[in-house]
């Protein structure tokens, strides 16, 4: 019986725990995040998250509808550079490349684009482009789910940042949504109790 109050007591603490960090995140983020081009405010620079461009059926959408979001602010003046950061941390899977390219194919100047190979997670993402780059008037351009995890990290980084919302591709994929709930709980646990920093500043 003592085993059976032990073990629910836990998964009540646990299940709350996931429920307080997912409120904690999307409350805070809600008014930072547009899915509006004319409505977002201007900031300097854009900073896109990161993925795999190739998918098992051909490009991955996360990626080209990332890619289109940046591409469309831009043409609509609502920044002025792009900072494309992602993982290269092995031969052969270059994300920064693969998003500057596309940027350039699609009439994006390579003077405007910045490159961050050092993107492995969000929390690099976004506390290198302020750390590193120095762009911290940035508006964060990834799916909202994302997006959201993003700019908790900068708002903690007090970086003047709102977020664009790019179209998700699979807005019910149902395992999407499972791991978003630990992630939000990881971004929480990042901050606040392990003072995580990104793995090269």
Same mark, same amino acid.
């Given at each position: 019986m003592k085993i059976k109050i032990i073990f629910l007591t836990l998964f009540i603490g646990f299940t709350a725990f996931i429920i307080y960090c997912n409120y904690r995140v999307i409350n805070q983020t809600k008014n930072q995040i547009y899915t509006d081009v004319n409505a977002i405010p201007f900031r300097e620079y854009g900073l896109v998250l990161g993925t795999s461009k190739a998918a098992t059926n051909g490009i991955n959408l996360y990626f080209q509808y990332r890619m289109d979001a940046a591409i469309d602010l831009y043409h609509q003046k609502?920044?002025?550079?792009?900072?494309?950061?992602?993982?290269?941390? @092995?031969?052969?899977?270059d994300e920064p490349t693969d998003m500057a390219n596309y940027l350039i194919e699609h009439g994006i100047p390579s003077e405007d684009i910045i490159k961050d190979f050092a993107g492995f997670r969000t929390l690099d993402s976004v506390v290198r482009a302020k750390k590193v780059f120095k762009c911290e008037d940035i508006t964060i351009i990834s799916q909202e789910f994302h997006t959201e995890r993003a700019l908790y @990290?900068? =708002?903690?980084?007090?970086? =003047?940042?709102?977020?664009?919302?790019?179209?998700?591709?699979?807005?019910?994929?149902?395992?999407?949504?499972?791991?978003?709930?630990?992630?939000?709980?990881?971004? @929480?646990?990042?901050?606040?109790v392990w003072n995580r920093q990104p793995k090269f500043l």
């Open positions: 609502k920044i002025n550079k792009i900072l494309v950061s992602g993982d290269n941390h @092995i031969k052969g899977y @990290i900068a =708002n903690y980084y007090q970086m =003047n940042a709102v977020g664009f919302a790019a179209t998700n591709p699979y807005p019910k994929r149902s395992m999407s949504k499972f791991r978003e709930y630990f992630a939000k709980c990881l971004v @929480i646990l990042d901050l606040h």
